[in-house]
């Protein structure tokens, strides 16, 4: 049957036209009942080469039409419980019918129903009855009149696959909240785990009604509009943001913006989360995710965003999930979340559910009994084995019932919900193939791409999908898209998927992948992981790799870190199983070197360090400039990030020279900033101060903000290391005006502590925690937060206000030995030691001194080095009055001399000139401890520092005059 055009309307249309040419029109009767026919052989001597087609349902369907008036269309029980929802029916009661043992109720159709409700009109006909549910319906019902008060909330609705988790969001939508209720309804797909902000952007394409047949002016003429349209500085901004992910080429019509990836994820975040939850207060919105268990990263980070804004606005969000999502930890803490954990049904929810998709007639005990124990009260099995049962011809329906047709065992009734899928999907005939290519392209598809697919006959596609949707196993588009249909349930897919053999499967793969490479053609962006996913299914490994790496880069763009992540193991899974030939070598070492930006915000270089150093020889095999170039620079990155500074040294000066050559001003950038910060962690602060001019004009050159902040800091701790205070302030908030002026987030919180460190070095302690609070304002990811609490903590302990400080400082170093991140390791274990000194837990402070020393050691981290040997000396000469702990201080105070002598560090200098006087104080070397503690004085006096003086003249005083 034809869903549309509708018939009688093509036949009123053709006979609009015969009237025009003065012709009769045409007068059609219809009748339709759907169920099973005897077909008749064909005989040799039969030249009709016609069958006889007996039984009921053909019977039916005669006597149908004998009753229908001229040019209308009748409708018998088994049709009109297929079509339920699609058209508008007139039910014209129970007729007693020729031939026919009881009486059957006949509807007449009045028309299609309208494009825009017909999903919900098939709906509210097909789905089943909330049967058991009635307490959870309740409290959404309570939920949703909060919300209408300013009192938003959160609903995580979870229970096993076809629990009834959409039905209850069904009821809902249809029983809850108002028709004209502002709704979001955001989808999640398996396919689609990796595909950052998948669900969002398919809802924001949808609202803002962008279509794939739009060009690109049009579609970013639809993006500015939905964003306000005002074509002010912030429209433009988040529209730059937003069209990458879109896929949407926006030329210069839109600004470039200098920003890092973080800093452009959050900002990205921000505007994501301003369209999601900043609609009009008048009204109260719906937001439905269904299958959280299939969320993307970047979409869990905004919902965590979202939903912190839920408590004072007209807001109900709801969110469906299989029992394996687990909710972020911290929505536990909020007062506006509620759990529904749906249970199965007991047999009288269960017998209901039968009794609807059975038209509300019994049927026989013991075929409902046989139902109920199979279906063990899931709902969705419920309702597909009973319409396999009616579909099977075991019960005929009759006028207040069914009855038994044969005896009960002479069909199967499966046991298993796949398997009832699987015999219904057996019996589409045709249709069956239909619904398996759908299923290779996903959930949701569309006509367009199945028909570029399917090598059939357009005619014979459209019955099969006509089939498909009578058969009530797949739905029209929910928001009424043309050519676009929907499984009605991700098992349905499932089902038809896993029918297909192994080798057509990966066939069918090739060929989607074909056919969306030509949809696409001129925007193939878009399309990256939906190619990406359809060619690692496929034979053509070599596309998927290409496609794989495709949708990585755009990911790192995008900042999507934990996504591209996953594209990069990926992708490299997959050139295991490739031909070892230069073209396989070279796109594994172009992909591995791209990894940077990952690797430093995930923290996995340690997880792949021997795997990245032992494809060297292969990078350099290879020759090229460029390519080599990004290699040097990303293994350079790998030994500084993992504390192997002299390492890093030899590989970035090489990664200098090549990107020189290649002209790569990017990766020369990123080389010579961590070439600086190499130097500074060695003691080299000259050298490091000569690199951060160099560094500075390649990142300022290429637009790398992140790197352009990181030179500057990086020359700024040099300074402090030199006791330089104001220079080192000056650069430090040089680099925090770059990054506050752009927005970037992430850097003016980096910056902000970095200009904190002089001025606690120093010991203006009220201004090193002003600054480590804008540092932790600043912070707009978790790991922001928690490194600049943590030095926030360090300026609190350093002022003597130790509450809930040392806690958050053992959990960062904590993190940081987990990940292998040896400099960030050392570095803030001694300001953890340090807190822990000035607290008076001097044993943990021992610890933590000996930790951070060793790791200093054995990174060549000379400064670190010397400041935890004389920090470890003054512990000797705390814990131990004895001589053997006065010889312990002072060897440990002559290395600490020598090491930051040769590093030129004033102030740390004259701290261990204190110390000394406190030994030799202890050994009664009094004119030594003056000369000490006076050359002490001097050095802070000429420095500026506020910590120190005190305690020397302290000393000095009882050391005496000489």
Same mark, same amino acid.
């Given at each position: 049957?034809?869903?549309?055009?509708?018939?009688?309307?093509?036949?009123?249309?053709?006979?609009?036209?015969?009237?025009?040419?003065?012709?009769?029109?045409?007068?059609?009767?219809?009748?339709?009942?759907?169920?099973?026919?005897?077909?008749?052989?064909?005989?040799?001597?039969?030249?009709?080469?016609? @069958?006889?087609?007996?039984?009921?349902?053909?019977?039916?369907?005669?006597?149908?039409?004998?009753?229908?008036?001229?040019?209308?269309?009748?409708?018998?029980?088994?049709?009109?419980?297929?079509?339920? #929802?699609?058209?508008?029916?007139?039910?014209?009661?129970?007729?007693?019918?020729?031939? =026919?043992?009881?009486?059957? @109720?006949?509807?007449?159709?009045? #028309?299609?129903?309208?494009?825009?409700?017909?999903?919900?009109?098939?709906?509210?006909?097909?789905?089943?009855?909330?049967?058991?549910?009635?307490?959870?319906?309740?409290? +959404?019902?309570?939920?949703?009149?909060?919300? &209408?008060?300013?009192?938003?909330?959160?609903?995580?609705?979870?229970?096993?696959?076809?629990?009834?988790?959409?039905?209850?969001?069904?009821?809902?939508?249809?029983?809850? &909240?108002?028709?004209?209720?502002?709704?979001?309804?955001?989808?999640?797909?398996?396919?689609?785990?990796?595909?950052?902000?998948?669900?969002?952007?398919?809802?924001?394409?949808?609202?803002?009604?962008?279509?794939?047949?739009?060009?690109?002016? !049009?579609?970013?003429?639809? +993006?500015?509009?939905?964003?306000?349209?005002?074509?002010?500085?912030?429209?433009?901004?988040?529209?730059?943001?937003?069209?990458?992910?879109?896929?949407?080429?926006?030329? *210069?019509?839109?600004?470039?913006?200098?920003?890092?990836?973080?800093?452009?994820?959050?900002?990205?975040?921000?505007?994501?989360?301003?369209?999601?939850?900043?609609?009009?207060?008048?009204?109260?919105?719906?937001?439905?995710?269904? *299958?959280?268990?299939?969320?993307?990263?970047?979409?869990?980070?905004?919902?965590?965003?979202?939903?912190?804004?839920?408590?004072?606005?007209?807001?109900?969000?709801?969110?469906?999930?299989?029992?394996?999502?687990?909710?972020?930890?911290?929505?536990?803490?909020?007062?506006?979340?509620?759990?529904?954990?749906?249970?199965?049904?007991?047999?009288?929810?269960?017998?209901?559910?039968?009794?609807?998709?059975?038209?509300?007639?019994?049927?026989?005990?013991?075929?409902?009994?046989?139902?109920?124990?199979?279906?063990?009260?899931?709902?969705?099995? %419920?309702?597909?084995?009973?319409?396999?049962?009616?579909?099977?011809? %075991?019960?005929?329906?009759?006028?207040?019932?069914?009855?038994?047709?044969?005896?009960?065992?002479?069909?199967?009734?499966?046991?298993?919900?796949?398997?009832?899928? /699987?015999? @219904?999907?057996?019996?589409?005939?045709?249709?069956?193939?239909?619904?398996? +290519?759908?299923?290779?392209?996903?959930?949701?598809?569309?006509?367009?791409?199945?028909?570029?697919? *399917?090598?059939?006959?357009?005619?014979?596609?459209?019955?099969?999908?006509?089939?498909?949707?009578?058969?009530?196993?797949?739905?029209?588009?929910?928001?009424?898209?043309?050519?676009?249909?929907?499984?009605?349930?991700?098992?349905?897919?499932?089902?038809?998927?896993?029918?297909?053999?192994?080798?057509?499967?990966?066939?069918?793969?090739?060929?989607?992948?074909?056919?969306?490479?030509?949809?696409?053609?001129?925007?193939?962006?878009?399309?990256?992981?939906?190619?990406?996913?359809?060619?690692?299914?496929?034979?053509?490994?070599?596309?998927?790799?290409?496609?794989?790496?495709?949708?990585?880069?755009?990911?790192?763009?995008?900042?999507?870190?934990?996504?591209?992540?996953?594209?990069?193991?990926?992708?490299?899974?997959?050139?295991?199983?490739?031909?070892?030939?230069?073209?396989?070598?070279?796109?594994?070492?172009?992909?591995?070197?791209?990894?940077?930006?990952?690797?430093?915000?995930?923290?996995?270089?340690?997880?792949?360090?021997?795997?990245?150093?032992?494809?060297?020889?292969?990078?350099?095999?290879?020759?090229?400039?460029?390519?080599?170039?990004?290699?040097?620079?990303?293994?350079?990155?790998?030994?500084?990030?993992?504390?192997?500074?002299?390492?890093?040294? @030899?590989?970035? /000066?090489?990664?200098?020279?090549?990107?020189?050559?290649?002209?790569?001003?990017?990766?020369?950038?990123?080389?010579?900033?961590?070439?600086?910060?190499?130097?500074?962690?060695?003691?080299?602060?000259?050298?490091?101060?000569?690199?951060?001019?160099?560094?500075?004009?390649?990142?300022?050159?290429?637009?790398?903000?992140?790197?352009?902040?990181?030179?500057?800091?990086?020359?700024?701790?040099?300074?402090?290391?030199?006791?330089?205070?104001?220079?080192?302030?000056?650069?430090? =908030?040089?680099?925090?005006?770059?990054?506050?002026?752009?927005?970037?987030?992430?850097?003016?919180?980096?910056?902000?502590?970095?200009?904190?460190?002089?001025?606690?070095?120093?010991?203006?302690?009220?201004? $090193?925690?002003?600054?480590?609070?804008?540092?932790?304002?600043? $912070?707009?990811?978790? #790991?922001?937060?928690?490194?600049?609490?943590?030095?926030?903590?360090?300026?609190?302990?350093?002022?003597?206000?130790?509450?809930?400080?040392?806690?958050?400082?053992? %959990?960062?170093?904590?993190?940081?030995?987990?990940?292998?991140?040896?400099?960030?390791?050392?570095?803030?274990?001694?300001?953890?030691?340090?807190?822990?000194?000035?607290?008076?837990?001097?044993?943990?402070?021992?610890?933590?001194?000996?930790?951070?020393?060793?790791?200093?050691?054995? &990174?060549?981290?000379?400064?670190?080095?010397?400041?935890?040997?004389?920090? !470890?000396?003054? =512990?000797?000469?705390?814990?131990?009055?004895?001589?053997?702990? /006065?010889?312990?201080?002072?060897?440990?105070?002559?290395?600490?001399?020598?090491?930051?002598?040769?590093?030129?560090?004033?102030?740390?200098?004259? +701290?261990?000139?204190?110390?000394?006087?406190?030994?030799?104080?202890?050994?009664?070397?009094?004119?030594?401890?003056?000369?000490?503690?006076?050359?002490?004085?001097?050095?802070?006096?000429?420095?500026? /520092?506020?910590?120190?003086?005190?305690?020397?003249?302290? =000393?000095?005083?009882?050391?005496?005059?000489?």
């Amino acid at each position: 049957m034809s869903l549309e055009p509708f018939p009688l309307e093509a036949i009123e249309a053709l006979n609009g036209k015969r009237a025009a040419r003065g012709g009769r029109p045409i007068r059609v009767r219809i009748g339709a009942q759907t169920g099973l026919v005897v077909l008749g052989e064909v005989s040799a001597s039969d030249t009709r080469q016609e @069958r006889a087609v007996v039984g009921d349902t053909p019977n039916l369907a005669s006597r149908l039409q004998g009753l229908a008036e001229p040019g209308t269309f009748l409708l018998g029980p088994g049709t009109m419980h297929l079509v339920a #929802g699609q058209f508008e029916c007139e039910d014209l009661g129970e007729h007693q019918l020729k031939g =026919l043992a009881h009486p059957i @109720r006949a509807h007449r159709v009045r #028309g299609a129903v309208e494009r825009a409700t017909r999903f919900a009109a098939r709906v509210r006909g097909l789905v089943s009855p909330m049967a058991g549910r009635s307490a959870d319906l309740q409290r +959404l019902r309570e939920l949703w009149a909060q919300a &209408c008060t300013s009192a938003g909330s959160l609903a995580l609705v979870s229970g096993e696959p076809g629990i009834g988790e959409s039905r209850l969001t069904v009821a809902l939508t249809e029983e809850i &909240c108002p028709p004209d209720s502002a709704r979001l309804c955001l989808q999640c797909s398996p396919y689609d785990q990796n595909s950052a902000f998948f669900p969002v952007l398919r809802q924001l394409e949808s609202v803002l009604e962008i279509s794939p047949r739009d060009d690109n002016d !049009l579609r970013l003429e639809k +993006l500015l509009a939905g964003l306000g349209g005002d074509g002010g500085d912030a429209a433009l901004e988040s529209a730059a943001l937003l069209a990458p992910l879109l896929g949407i080429p926006a030329g *210069d019509r839109l600004p470039s913006l200098f920003m890092s990836p973080a800093a452009r994820k959050q900002k990205t975040l921000q505007v994501l989360a301003d369209w999601l939850v900043g609609h009009d207060r008048r009204s109260t919105l719906l937001i439905l995710l269904e *299958d959280a268990h299939w969320i993307d990263p970047s979409t869990l980070e905004l919902l965590e965003l979202a939903v912190t804004r839920l408590r004072e606005r007209r807001i109900l969000c709801v969110l469906t999930s299989r029992p394996e999502f687990a909710p972020p930890a911290q929505w536990e803490q909020l007062g506006y979340v509620a759990h529904f954990k749906l249970g199965r049904l007991d047999r009288d929810g269960g017998a209901e559910i039968v009794r609807h998709v059975a038209h509300g007639k019994a049927i026989p005990e013991r075929v409902l009994s046989e139902i109920l124990d199979k279906t063990d009260g899931v709902p969705l099995f %419920l309702e597909e084995l009973t319409s396999h049962v009616l579909e099977s011809g %075991l019960l005929a329906e009759e006028a207040e019932a069914w009855r038994l047709t044969r005896p009960l065992g002479a069909v199967e009734i499966p046991a298993t919900l796949q398997g009832s899928l /699987t015999a @219904r999907l057996d019996r589409l005939g045709p249709a069956k193939e239909t619904a398996q +290519l759908a299923a290779a392209i996903g959930r949701r598809f569309t006509r367009e791409v199945l028909a570029a697919v *399917d090598a059939r006959p357009v005619a014979e596609l459209d019955a099969a999908l006509d089939r498909l949707v009578a058969s009530q196993l797949v739905f029209a588009d929910p928001a009424g898209a043309p050519g676009v249909f929907v499984f009605k349930h991700a098992l349905v897919q499932d089902a038809a998927y896993d029918s297909l053999l192994k080798k057509t499967r990966r066939q069918v793969h090739e060929r989607i992948g074909g056919t969306l490479e030509r949809l696409h053609a001129d925007r193939l962006e878009e399309a990256y992981e939906l190619l990406a996913r359809h060619y690692q299914l496929s034979p053509n490994k070599e596309k998927a790799v290409a496609y794989l790496d495709c949708a990585n880069q755009k990911a790192i763009r995008a900042s999507a870190m934990n996504e591209a992540y996953q594209y990069f193991l990926a992708a490299l899974a997959l050139l295991d199983e490739l031909p070892d030939v230069e073209a396989h070598r070279r796109r594994r070492i172009g992909l591995m070197a791209n990894q940077v930006p990952a690797l430093i915000l995930l923290l996995k270089f340690h997880e792949h360090q021997e795997l990245f150093l032992r494809h060297m020889e292969v990078a350099e095999s290879l020759g090229d400039a460029d390519l080599l170039g990004r290699w040097y620079c990303c293994i350079g990155h790998f030994h500084y990030w993992l504390g192997r500074f002299d390492e890093a040294i @030899r590989v970035l /000066t090489l990664a200098v020279t090549w990107c020189e050559k290649a002209g790569n001003v990017e990766a020369l950038g990123r080389s010579y900033v961590i070439l600086e910060w190499s130097n500074l962690y060695i003691g080299e602060h000259e050298k490091a101060l000569a690199l951060s001019e160099p560094a500075r004009r390649a990142t300022e050159q290429a637009r790398d903000l992140r790197y352009l902040v990181w030179a500057y800091t990086g020359a700024s701790w040099a300074l402090s290391h030199q006791g330089k205070w104001e220079a080192a302030e000056a650069l430090g =908030l040089t680099a925090l005006k770059r990054a506050e002026d752009l927005g970037e987030f992430t850097m003016a919180s980096f910056a902000a502590f970095i200009v904190a460190i002089p001025n606690i070095m120093k010991g203006d302690y009220p201004k $090193a925690i002003a600054y480590g609070q804008k540092s932790a304002r600043y $912070a707009a990811t978790p #790991g922001d937060q928690a490194w600049s609490q943590c030095y926030l903590c360090w300026a609190r302990c350093r002022a003597g206000d130790f509450a809930g400080t040392l806690d958050i400082q053992v %959990l960062m170093v904590g993190a940081l030995r987990a990940a292998h991140f040896a400099w960030g390791e050392a570095n803030f274990g001694r300001m953890l030691a340090d807190s822990q000194l000035l607290a008076g837990r001097r044993e943990e402070a021992r610890n933590s001194f000996e930790e951070a020393l060793a790791v200093a050691a054995r &990174c060549n981290m000379r400064f670190l080095r010397g400041s935890c040997l004389r920090f !470890l000396a003054e =512990l000797d000469l705390l814990d131990d009055a004895t001589p053997r702990g /006065t010889e312990s201080a002072a060897a440990r105070l002559t290395e600490s001399a020598a090491v930051l002598r040769e590093l030129g560090a004033e102030n740390e200098l004259a +701290l261990v000139d204190v110390a000394w006087g406190r030994v030799c104080l202890r050994q009664e070397k009094k004119s030594d401890a003056r000369r000490r503690l006076a050359q002490a004085l001097a050095a802070f006096e000429r420095l500026g /520092t506020q910590a120190g003086p005190e305690e020397a003249r302290r =000393l000095l005083a009882e050391a005496g005059e000489g």
